[in-house]
């Protein structure tokens, strides 16, 4: 059974530039978690979804940030502009309703000049 | 501001010595508590969880947890140089929107042979 599966990998892009995260969470969880992670302030979360709906959104660190899921298989976090300071790991997890335990993908590694 | 609470380390011990790594946590409500093993450039894995008070044992691992000091903490028994790693606390929180897990800044356990 695959697990979260989160694209690109690694993203090197240049500030002011758009970038876009995409995760495809286990078949069959409903929930799904974006987090992200640096040295300073640990793995925070961003923004998680409830049967495709947004639950909770205020770790969302500015307007700058959105995120979408619009359908079970499929959700992006967008960066528009990027900044130096959103360099970190993203990642996505997902979670099967009624139970707690979330699964993480493998992140994107982000670095913007 | 919930928030949950962990020595960054390093804590450093030696092959087959017990690794002790401890978490306080601020919400009162919350009921359930994980132990999540994160690996220097990969993504964290639930290794625990723990739910009432008293002891919880898998292994060579044994999760504590006491709700009335907001005490969670994790025992690593006969401990290996494989389980040089960085450990997660984390604790679920319900709020209005639903249920999300709140990550302290991990722990680095170093175990030397």
Known sequence: DAGVIQSPRHEVTEMGQEVTLRCKPISGHNSLFWYRQTMMRGLELLIYFNNNVPIDDSGMPEDRFSAKMPNASFSTLKIQPSEPRDSAVYFCASRKQGRETQYFGPGTRLLVL | ?113
Do not use: H
Request: proline share 4%.
């Open chain 2, 1 to 113: 501001q919930k928030e949950v609470e962990q020595n960054s380390g390093p804590l450093s011990v030696p092959e087959g010595a017990i690794a002790s790594l401890n978490c306080t946590y601020s919400d009162r409500v919350s009921q359930s508590f994980f132990w999540y093993r994160q690996y220097s450039g990969k993504s964290p894995e639930l290794i625990m969880s723990i739910y009432s008070n008293g002891d919880k044992e898998d292994g060579r691992f044994t999760a504590q947890l006491n709700k009335a000091s907001q005490y969670v903490s994790l025992l690593i028994r006969d401990s290996q140089p494989s389980d040089s790693a960085t450990y997660l606390c984390a604790v679920n929180i319900k709020n209005q929107a639903g249920t999300a897990l709140i990550f302290g800044k991990g722990t680095t356990l170093s175990v030397s042979s």
